[in-house]
DNA sequence: GTTTGGTTTAACCAAATGGTTAACAAAGGT
DNA sequence: ACCTTTGTTAACCATTTGGTTAAACCAAAC
């Protein structure tokens, strides 16, 4: 049987789905597109991964599967609350900063068909807030935090790391930045969005 | 001149294309759907709009005025920062609540084709945040805040705001909400993010 | 060296898409 | 009454879209 190429074939189509479709979005990737990202024709995509649909499932799945482990850090680790805070909005930042497209995708996909959601719910590896919950109910308890609800705190950390990357163009436009000017306004935030919570939320 | 339905038949696709350009947006969205949507011929999009592209701009433009003016309000307004955060939050958050599809349309398309914000700066009343960076600085000076610049500040405010609408699938999955409890969520933050905000910040 | 079975290609297809056209209707102005 | 302007419709059009097919290709098994 021929396989020389073939296990470089399937990994190459994922790679340029993913290039195309967290650029352009389900509705305006094109299979064509795809398949000249990839260097190759068009009924190979069929060939392997059947439909558009499919192939952008692999897609979805793959970016999921990136952001969640990063999730788990600051809903699963066994640091307090405050470590958790700095070591997370740093190494979180940093890491959307290197992948803008990751959460765009994400939200935007997620948005565009909310039952989508259900499937990843269903997965090993979905994030769950429950621990996290209780470890900030007891710092509270403790008097180590202000009074907060731990959804609120996690609601909060997630909007001040993402929204400046989803809605950069925008705030660009805001701030009157450039690319450059607003890479290094992202690069303060590693440190200061988590000062800036932990002001927020200390006793 | 027949004039009997026209003023009307106008208002009418605008209203439809803002129904279907907001929920699928521009690569989503169908001519065909519009002019169900509408109830008319399909030709009366393009007899009134020549193009989708056309059309569009016209959906986009009006969403980005209805935003612009919340955004002046904390931006331009006379009161302290203090002030202004409380008043924007809630009534930012109570507006976006009831029109939850705005910011995801517009961070969504913005991010399709970031030249576009090109076109709404030179529009009259395109936000400028000079006056409340002044003012961020002023207060710092004066002790009443710690310091921060205020760009990050806007940003925070606006994340904080704005995340929780864009990204509810999302977080809606996280912590296991219905639509019901989110909206309570969601209620409870037009208080507790000033709040939030204001220890995060007050000297 | 021929068979074998996965791989790759070019040509093809039906459906959908944005857009156009030509005819028609309604309303005013003269 | 007649003509012009504006509004509306149904039929049509070229192109693009996701998807299919049948034949060619090619490395290995026999």
């Known amino acids: 049987m021929a396989k020389t190429k073939n296990e470089n074939t399937e990994q190459q ?119 996290f919950k209780i470890q900030v109910a007891a710092e509270v308890k403790q008097g180590i935090l202000k009074p907060i609800a731990g959804e609120q705190l996690f609601i909060n950390i997630l909007a001040l790391n993402i929204f400046p990357i989803i809605a950069s163009p925008m705030i660009k436009a805001f701030i009157r930045a450039d690319d450059e000017g607003y890479t290094q306004l992202l690069e303060s935030r590693k440190t200061e969005v988590a000062n800036f919570i932990i002001n927020a939320i200390k006793a």
Chains 1, 2 share one sequence.
Do not use: C, W
């Open 13 to 131: 189509i994922l790679e340029a789905a993913k290039k195309v479709f967290q650029l352009k979005g389900m509705d305006g990737a094109r299979m064509q597109e795809i398949a000249d990202e990839a260097g190759i024709n068009k009924a190979m995509l069929h060939y392997y991964y059947r439909s558009k649909q499919l192939l952008f499932e692999a897609v979805f799945s793959h970016a999921f599967a990136m952001m969640a482990p990063q999730l788990n850090q600051i809903l699963n680790d066994d640091s307090s609350i405050e470590e958790k805070i700095r070591h997370f909005t740093h190494d979180h930042l940093s890491f959307i900063m290197e992948h803008p497209y990751l959460p765009k995708f994400i939200i935007q996909e997620l948005n565009r068909n909310p039952d989508f959601v259900t499937n990843m719910k269903t997965k090993t590896g979905f994030p769950s807030i429950e621990k």
